[in-house]
């Protein structure tokens, strides 16, 4: 059961919380996720960092690992808050051994890792007959790659702690597929794919590892879009609106929480109504 840490007490004086409890209590319940650490790659900005802040605020340690550490740490700086702890780690996901540090660095900090969330990833457009093959490398080595690499990492502490919430951050587009984007449909496609072979490798050690799909979330990897173009996508959305980053975050929120616990293998798609699986 969740008590009022003796720091509190000793900062607002044991009257004053009296008075307040039944607030305290309110809040205490609220935060699903206390005392647990949460990995969040890419967290920096954009949709990590809306999933980064849902995390924190339900209680979770946050460990923001990004390629660009001033953002992360500017990320980390506006979480850090009461009891909660949150630290930025500098980590390119396409490097086993960045990553392999990142998390070693997480277990010694806070000595554990309940959730990782993989949401690093770019896009690298064009139609396939001029597509270069650095730009299909490098959208599979972030988006797919980086997810194994950090997914491995992870996978010995959550076994031993027979707990673990695993969250890939997938695409619409994945399922759907989208003209000029063959590179980053391919690496979404494939994430699912990973997502449920290590839903069933590790559902025997308490860890389950589920999908978000998003659909169009404006962030500043949808900001080049032209008017037109969003325009276009405004007519095949339903309910009429891009989404925003909270609207992942919250998805995210629920797969990583208690009341997820038998919800493994799956994707949830975000999107507005814009493709009904
Ligand atoms: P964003 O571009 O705003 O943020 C991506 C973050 O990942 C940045 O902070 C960036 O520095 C970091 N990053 C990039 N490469 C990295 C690497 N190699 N190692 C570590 N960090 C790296 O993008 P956004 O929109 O927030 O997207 C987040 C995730 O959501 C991505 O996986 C994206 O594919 C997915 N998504 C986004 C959609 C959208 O409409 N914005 C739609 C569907 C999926």
Not at 230 to 242: A, D, S, T
Request: charged share 20%.
């Amino acid at each position: 059961m969740w008590r009022i840490p003796k720091a509190w007490t000793r900062r607002y004086g044991k009257s004053r919380l009296d008075s307040s409890k039944p607030e305290i209590w309110r809040y205490a319940n609220r935060m699903r996720l206390s005392g647990q650490v949460a990995i969040v790659t890419g967290g920096a900005r954009g949709i990590g960092k809306a999933i980064s802040q849902s995390l924190s605020v339900e209680g979770a340690h946050l460990v923001i690992t990004d390629v660009n550490l001033s953002e992360a740490q500017q990320t980390a700086n506006e979480l850090a808050s009461g009891t909660r702890r949150s630290l930025a780690l500098e980590a390119n996901v396409t490097e086993g051994k960045a990553v392999a540090d990142m998390v070693d660095r997480t277990l010694q900090e806070f000595g554990r890792i309940d959730v990782l969330v993989n949401n690093a990833g770019i896009t690298r457009d064009g139609l396939l007959l001029r597509m270069k093959e650095e730009d299909w490398d490098l959208v599979m080595n972030v988006n797919l790659k980086g997810a194994f690499h950090c997914t491995k990492s992870v996978l010995a502490t959550m076994s031993k702690q027979r707990r673990g919430r695993i969250v890939n951050i997938a695409s619409i587009v994945g399922v759907m597929g989208n003209a000029g984007q063959a590179n980053y449909a391919a690496s979404k496609a494939a994430l699912i794919g990973f997502t449920k072979s290590v839903a069933r490798e590790y559902a025997s050690r308490g860890i389950t590892a589920n999908a978000v799909a998003p659909g169009f979330i404006d962030t500043a990897m949808t900001q080049n879009l032209t008017p037109e173009v969003r325009e276009g996508l405004m007519k095949q959305i339903p309910l009429g609106r891009l989404g925003v980053p909270q609207d992942i975050a919250n998805a995210v929120r629920f797969l990583v929480s208690e009341e997820a616990g038998y919800i493994t293998g799956q994707v949830i798609h975000v999107n507005g109504g814009m493709l009904m699986v």
